[in-house]
């Protein structure tokens, strides 16, 4: 096995270090800009069902965005970790009364006994997180391979069309281009604390 850490990994460790050295007031600042970034957007604006996440690692947190939500009548998403088939993630219900646990990879998540989910195809949007990404849409995760699974359905298809998918994270994550790799899913752009890059394709 070559143990030498490639490109990829040194970005990661590189990138997830530069979040996590995110003080609190900073953290607090850009998950209130994210909501002012996400609300603008048509994609968010009409979409219902809504999967997010809960900040891991310095992460920027859609907590803000999520109590909007709440305020708005959409319904709230998060990602759990399918019990059985490798890699892959189910959207579980979020309410301000869900009960939350911890994964294997030490986030919180809701327990999977008699939660209502909803599949990958139904729902409008998905705002997922990123480790790194460049304005072209490109998108580097946590290395899991999780998400590029769970959408791999989306392979193929025009801008626009389905399931949206728009990365979140803090502008300290951009870089000049990303390699594409041939699993990536397409996003429809990226929103930070200060701007939505909508991917050029
Ligand atoms: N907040 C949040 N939730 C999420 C994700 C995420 O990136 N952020 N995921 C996005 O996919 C999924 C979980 N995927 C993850 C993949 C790797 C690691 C991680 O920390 N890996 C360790 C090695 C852990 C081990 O193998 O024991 C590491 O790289 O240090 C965490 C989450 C679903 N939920
Ligand atoms: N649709 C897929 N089918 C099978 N394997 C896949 C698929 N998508 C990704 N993988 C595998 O998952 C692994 C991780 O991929 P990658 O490093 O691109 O993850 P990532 O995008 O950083 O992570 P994540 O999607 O969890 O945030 C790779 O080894 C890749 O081969």
Same mark, same amino acid.
């Given at each position: 096995m070559n143990k030498k850490p490639d490109f990829k990994q040194k970005l990661r460790r590189e990138m997830r270090n530069a979040r996590r050295r995110l003080t609190v007031p900073q953290q607090k600042q850009n998950a209130l800009g994210l909501l002012q970034t996400i609300r603008r957007l048509t994609q968010f604006r009409r979409s219902k069902n809504i999967a997010l996440y809960l900040a891991n690692d310095g992460e920027i947190s859609p907590e803000q965005v999520i109590h909007y939500c709440r305020q708005l009548g959409k319904q709230c998403y998060l990602p759990v970790l399918h019990?059985?088939?490798?890699?892959r993630l189910w959207f579980v219900e979020y309410n301000s009364d869900t009960q939350l646990r911890k994964n294997i990879y030490k986030i919180d998540e809701p327990p999977l006994i008699k939660a209502p989910r909803r599949p990958a195809w139904a729902l409008d949007l998905v705002l997922l997180p990123l480790v790194a990404f460049d304005e072209e849409g490109g998108r580097l995760g946590m290395g899991g391979g999780y998400y590029d699974r769970t959408f791999s359905?989306? /392979?193929?298809?025009?801008?626009?069309?389905g399931t949206q998918l728009i990365g979140l994270a803090h502008?300290? /994550?951009?870089?000049e281009q990303l390699k594409t790799e041939s699993w990536d899913i397409p996003l429809e752009g990226v929103a930070t604390e200060s701007h939505f890059y909508p991917a050029r394709r």
């Open positions: 019990p059985i088939k490798h890699n359905f989306k /392979q193929g298809w025009r801008k626009g069309r502008d300290l /994550q951009k870089v």
